[in-house]
């Protein structure tokens, strides 16, 4: 794997190494592939060894997301200007997040990179050097690690997580219809008191991921499909470290402490 890693440092001729003390870690995949846990592993293992560890989510920020919802609404966005506007939040994160982190000497896990525009931009159907000449300001990670699952799988992985949130649902229905009548009780008596108190106060499950209907379901897949293919010709063209997917929890996590370990030594 030790090579592999230095085949990195002698792709991506159009991105720049970076001169910072810190180091860049990268995670790549299709969803559920297990990134962020992986990540998450890696960042107690690195805190305990005594590195100061950064780990970086590529989620939307607020105006990112209010231009998002906008065209939603609208029924449709011009995948060049959604584009753009993914273009324009990581460049956010890496001024903000990023470079700080790796100028203090800090170990950055970033949860998706600009691989994954370079991925799902080009499933969109917009030309690869297009996307590429737009993440110019980003460094080049030392190491970029592929967690590599079939699009059936991802498709398999999705279906689990959502046959959970139903049933967790589902609890705490149960659970909330079970309490019902000591919570009239104390409703009225709060109210009595003038204490009016929200129902979701005492809430225990996080927001869910979306539901997908059998015909959105589809379209993840089509789409999944695409973005594996693009991150396969990338695996190539970047050198990607890659890991399987399938394997246990604990098997990737050992694969990836392996390595991250010996780059820290080199």
């Known amino acids: 794997m030790s090579a592999e890693i230095n085949a990195q440092m002698s792709s991506s001729s159009f991105l720049v190494p970076h001169t910072y003390p810190g180091r860049l ?24 060894e005594g590195y100061e560890v950064l780990i970086t989510e590529w989620t939307p920020s607020k105006l990112i997301r209010r231009a998002l919802k906008a065209g939603k609404k609208q029924g449709y966005m011009d995948p060049m200007l959604l584009s753009i506007l993914h273009g324009a939040d990581l460049a956010e994160l890496y001024e903000r997040d990023i470079v700080p982190a790796l100028q203090r000497g800090a170990i950055v896990l970033a949860d998706r990179y600009m691989y994954t525009a370079f991925a799902r931009d080009a499933a969109r159907g917009l030309s690869p050097s297009w ?12 190491v970029v690690f592929y967690l590599h699952i079939s699009p059936e799988e991802a498709v398999r992985r999705r279906l689990t997580l959502q046959q959970q949130q139903q049933g967790q649902l589902g609890d705490s229905r ?28 005492q809430a225990t499950i996080g927001t869910p991921s979306p539901q997908l209907t059998q015909e959105a379901l589809e ?37 990836l402490r392996r390595a991250v370990g010996r780059l820290l030594l080199g």
């Open 25 to 48: 870690i990268t995670a790549e995949g299709l969803d559920g592939s297990g990134k962020s846990t992986q990540l998450q592993l890696l960042s107690y293992w690195l805190q305990a």
């Open 131 to 142: 996307v590429r000449s737009l993440y110019r300001f980003s460094v080049q990670p030392d």
């Open 174 to 201: 149960s659970e909330k219809n079970s309490k019902s009548g000591k919570k009239d009780k104390e409703h009225k008596q709060n109210r009595k008191l003038g204490k009016e108190q929200s129902p979701y106060s």
């Open 219 to 255: 379209s993840f897949r089509n789409f999944e499909i695409k973005m594996y293919s693009e991150y396969q010709q990338m695996q190539k063209e970047f050198g990607f470290t890659v890991i399987e997917g399938n394997q246990s929890i604990e098997q990737v996590q050992a694969l």
